[in-house]
T-cell receptor, first 115, second 115 residues
């Protein structure tokens, strides 16, 4: 069964500092990987996605992520964090082979930003 | 183009009551699904549908029923609500025809409390 691990439950960074959120996945085939962001009381917004090709993917709001097959990782990065980036971030892998298209999510990393 | 809409936004039920959570989309996506989000658990798939007239169970289907009579609507029914069903419910859609690689689009969510 597929799984996603986000080792950091809560991260605090200063505004303007760089950010890296970790994500490790377990999936038997080529993974379809996603990062979503959720602000308090809101729905999920897609930040970026990886299906194939270039392993460094660019997303919205200045985020990027790098797919590393050898490490089963898909870490999210941003060079300079803004106060508005404070939210919860979810990494997910889609089961593209079984017909359910089930997204398996990590438990999330809550990001706090110090002004 | 409203995307994915969910009603109601908030609902409080008593144990044993029934209700239907509505999900509608205007993007003509074949795939629709329901997730529940619980603190520290990420999101888990309840039921999904790959087209009108076709539904299947996800990871946590017990206590929930679905039907898909049209492409646009995918209601989730709680026949006899239990406190364990207190959660935030998200509907998601995804196009299946055409391009192979497509992300899922989430609605704004319904926050349900069962007393």
């Amino acid at each position: 069964a597929q799984s996603v691990t986000q080792p950091d439950i809560h991260i605090t960074v200063s505004e303007g500092a760089s950010l890296e959120l970790r994500c490790n996945y377990s999936y038997g085939a080529t993974p379809y990987l996603f990062w979503y962001v959720q602000s308090p009381g809101q729905g999920l917004q897609l930040l970026l996605k990886y299906f194939s090709g270039d392993t460094l993917v660019q997303g919205i709001k200045g985020f990027e992520a790098e797919f590393k097959r050898s490490q089963s990782s898909f870490n999210l990065r941003k060079p300079s964090v803004h106060w508005s980036d404070a939210a919860e971030y979810f990494c997910a892998v889609e089961d593209s082979g079984a017909g359910s298209y089930q997204l398996t999510f990590g438990k999330g990393t809550k990001l706090s930003v110090i002004p | 183009n409203a995307g994915v809409t969910q009603t109601p936004k908030f609902q409080v039920l008593k144990t044993g009551q029934s209700m239907t959570l509505q999900c509608a989309q205007d993007m003509n996506h074949e795939y629709m699904s329901w997730y529940r989000q619980d603190p520290g658990m990420g999101l888990r798939l309840i039921h999904y549908s790959v087209g009108a007239g076709i539904t299947d169970q996800g990871e946590v289907p017990n206590g929930y029923n679905v039907s898909r009579s049209t492409t646009e609507d995918f209601p989730l029914r709680l026949l006899s609500a239990a406190p364990s069903q207190t959660s935030v419910y998200f509907c998601a859609t995804k196009p299946l025809a055409g391009r192979t690689y497509n992300e899922q689009f989430f609605g704004p969510g319904t926050r349900l409390t069962v007393l």
